[in-house]
């Protein structure tokens, strides 16, 4: 028998409203926005409790991480068709021939070359994996984020 216990981030409300811009793709190079949602498949052998992991460990660190994302524009530091420039109480995000300027707050600035769902995916998996230590009869994490509903990126790492 295999085992797995899943988390669907639309009907849990694990979600987060965010604006971003892809300057490798013309139409995603205009800032826009999605409601994201965050799903998690956990694969292991139920421990003696019966359980594999609690599900409300998992969706309380989800919600503290989908947080930091909600309601802000998501800003990729490593890429270098951006152009990013801090000021004290503003940022100036330059890409294919535009500056934007966005209050400091709005922004959420991340480790990461593009804000597409898989990126975005590996990200909140490793933040997961950061503040959690995960018992040792799970055996696969599947993260997924769905970038408006019924389309999305899936990452999976084994243990
Ligand atoms: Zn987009």
Not at 55 to 76: A, G, M, Q, T
Request: net charge neutral; glycine share 6%.
């Amino acid at each position: 028998m295999s085992f797995f216990i899943e988390i669907d981030g639309w009907r849990s409300n694990i979600r987060f409203s965010s604006a971003h811009i892809i300057p490798e793709y013309e139409k995603c190079g205009r800032l826009h926005g999605h409601t994201y949602s965050v799903h998690v498949k956990v694969s292991g052998l139920p421990d003696k409790k019966g359980i594999i992991l609690d599900f409300s460990i998992l969706k309380d660190i989800l919600r503290e991480i989908v947080n930091e994302l909600d309601h802000r524009i998501l800003i990729p530091q490593k890429n270098n068709a951006v152009n990013i420039i801090k000021e004290k109480n503003s940022v100036k995000v330059s890409t294919l021939g535009k500056d934007y300027v966005f209050p400091l707050n709005d922004c959420v600035f991340l480790p990461i070359d593009s804000t597409s769902a898989e990126n975005l995916a590996a990200l909140i998996l490793e933040k997961i994996l950061n503040k959690i230590t995960l018992p040792d009869n799970v055996e696969n994490i599947e993260i997924g984020v769905d970038e408006g509903y019924g389309q999305g990126a899936r990452v999976t790492k084994k243990f």
